[in-house]
DNA sequence: TTGATTGTCTAGCAGTGCTAGGATCGAATC
DNA sequence: GATTCGATCCTAGCACTGCTAGACAATCAA
C-alpha cells in the first residue's frame, strides 16, 4: 500500500504545484497569459497532464479563488481581531479588504472577475466561499442597526467594497483618496 | 462631392451596423460569442472590413460602450428628474442604475467589465464617459452631506452601486432583496 | 480606352483550449 | 528474473480565436 501512497502523496503535491504556478502565473503577467501551454511548460509537464488533474483551465482559476477565499477570511479576521470598538473594527475589515484586492489582483478577479465554474450564494457553495462571507459578517452583523436584517447589510456593505476594488483597480477611479472613501462607507453605512 | 458624400455615408452607416451588431450579438450570445468571424457573418461581409473601421475588436467593445454611457447617463436623468425631493431622487437614480445594469448586461460590461480601450478619469476620456458620471454628480452631489466633497461621495455611491450590479448578475448575491438593499444604501449613504 | 486608386475578399499565420491514440514505464505475477 | 498488464504520460492534431498580407475586382480620372 505505500508504494499506492506515495504516488498519492506525489499526485496531491502537483496540482498544488498546478495551481500556485497558474496562481503565480497570473499575478505576473495577468490571466491572459495563463494558457494551458504555459502553465503545462512552467510545471514541467505537458498539457494533458493538467486535465487529469482539472475539468479545463476554468477549474483551474476555481481552485486558485479558492485558496484565494481562504486568505481573504483570514486577512479580514486578523484585521477585525487587531482593533478596538465596532467602528473601529469594521474600518479595519474594509482597510483589510480592499488591500487584500490590491496586493492580489489576480486572485481577486479569480474570485470575482473570472468565472471559476463555483456556485455561490447557494447550498452548493464551496466551504471557503461560505466562509469567507462570515468572516464579513461576523463583524459587520454587529453594526447593521436596529431592523436591518445582518445578512443583507453585510451584502450590501461588501458589494460597497467590491466595487471600490474592482473599479480602483481597472483605473476607473483615481487610486488616491481610498481612505476618505472609506471612512465615508464607514461613518455612513455603519451603525455604531 | 457628392459621390464621396454618399460614399462616406454609407461608411459610417455600415459602422453603425457593425456596432449595433455586436451589441445584439453580445446580448444575445454573450461576448464570448462576438468573434470577428461571426460579426463579419452577420453584417455580411468579410473580416477584413471590421478591421478598415476599427483598430480591434477591443475598439468595437468600446464603441459598444460609449453607446451605452450616453443610454446609462439618460437614463439616470430621467429618472431622476421625475422625482420629487432629493431623497427619492437618489432612490430612484440607485433603481435606474441598476435597472439598465440588469436590461443591459452585455452593454454594462463592456463599460465597466472588459477592456475597451477607453480611458477613465483622465483629460482624455471621452465625453459620454465623462457625462455619465456628471448624471450621477447632479442627483448625488447634493446629498453629499456636510465636509464631503461631492465627486467623492458620487464616486463612493457610484463604487456602491457598481458593486451591488455585478455581484447580483454574476450570481453572487441571491437575486431577491434588491429594492431593501437600494433602501438601506439610499438611507443610510444619502444626507437628505 | 487606358491607368491608377479604392475597396473587398481569399487564404493564411500564430495562438487558444482541449483530446484521441500510441508509447513508455513500473508494479505485480509466474 | 522474465513477462504480462495497467497506469501514466506525451506527441500530434482538431476546431477555434484575433488579425493581416496579397490578390483581385470595381470604380474613378485622364
Redesign the pocket.
Given at each position: 500500500m505505500s508504494?499506492q501512497e506515495r504516488?498519492q502523496r506525489e499526485r496531491a503535491e502537483r496540482e498544488r504545484l498546478i495551481v500556485a504556478t497558474a496562481r503565480e502565473l497570473a499575478e505576473q503577467q495577468g490571466w491572459d497569459a495563463?494558457?494551458?501551454?504555459?502553465l503545462a511548460e512552467r510545471i514541467e509537464?505537458?498539457?494533458?497532464?493538467l486535465?487529469?488533474h482539472f475539468r479545463?483551465?476554468?477549474e483551474i482559476i476555481g481552485a486558485v479563488a479558492l485558496e484565494g477565499a481562504a486568505e481573504l477570511a483570514a486577512a479580514v479576521r486578523d484585521a477585525a481581531s487587531g482593533a478596538d470598538g465596532p467602528r473601529e473594527r469594521v474600518a479595519a475589515l474594509a482597510r483589510a479588504y480592499l488591500d487584500f484586492a490590491a496586493r492580489n489582483p489576480a486572485v481577486y478577479d479569480a474570485l470575482f472577475q473570472l468565472d471559476g465554474g463555483l456556485a455561490f450564494a447557494q447550498e452548493d457553495t464551496p466551504e471557503p466561499l461560505k466562509d469567507a462571507f462570515a468572516a464579513l459578517l461576523e463583524s459587520l452583523g454587529e453594526v447593521a442597526g436596529d431592523g436591518v436584517h445582518p445578512g443583507l447589510f453585510t451584502e450590501t456593505f461588501w458589494a460597497a467594497l467590491h466595487g471600490l476594488a474592482t473599479l480602483t483597480r481597472a483605473g476607473r477611479l483615481p487610486p488616491e483618496y481610498v481612505e476618505p472613501r472609506v471612512e465615508l462607507l464607514v461613518d455612513r453605512l455603519a451603525v455604531v
Amino acid at each position: 500500500m505505500s508504494v499506492q501512497e506515495r504516488k498519492q502523496r506525489e499526485r496531491a503535491e502537483r496540482e498544488r504545484l498546478i495551481v500556485a504556478t497558474a496562481r503565480e502565473l497570473a499575478e505576473q503577467q495577468g490571466w491572459d497569459a495563463v494558457t494551458t501551454r504555459r502553465l503545462a511548460e512552467r510545471i514541467e509537464y505537458s498539457q494533458p497532464v493538467l486535465y487529469s488533474h482539472f475539468r479545463g483551465k476554468r477549474e483551474i482559476i476555481g481552485a486558485v479563488a479558492l485558496e484565494g477565499a481562504a486568505e481573504l477570511a483570514a486577512a479580514v479576521r486578523d484585521a477585525a481581531s487587531g482593533a478596538d470598538g465596532p467602528r473601529e473594527r469594521v474600518a479595519a475589515l474594509a482597510r483589510a479588504y480592499l488591500d487584500f484586492a490590491a496586493r492580489n489582483p489576480a486572485v481577486y478577479d479569480a474570485l470575482f472577475q473570472l468565472d471559476g465554474g463555483l456556485a455561490f450564494a447557494q447550498e452548493d457553495t464551496p466551504e471557503p466561499l461560505k466562509d469567507a462571507f462570515a468572516a464579513l459578517l461576523e463583524s459587520l452583523g454587529e453594526v447593521a442597526g436596529d431592523g436591518v436584517h445582518p445578512g443583507l447589510f453585510t451584502e450590501t456593505f461588501w458589494a460597497a467594497l467590491h466595487g471600490l476594488a474592482t473599479l480602483t483597480r481597472a483605473g476607473r477611479l483615481p487610486p488616491e483618496y481610498v481612505e476618505p472613501r472609506v471612512e465615508l462607507l464607514v461613518d455612513r453605512l455603519a451603525v455604531v
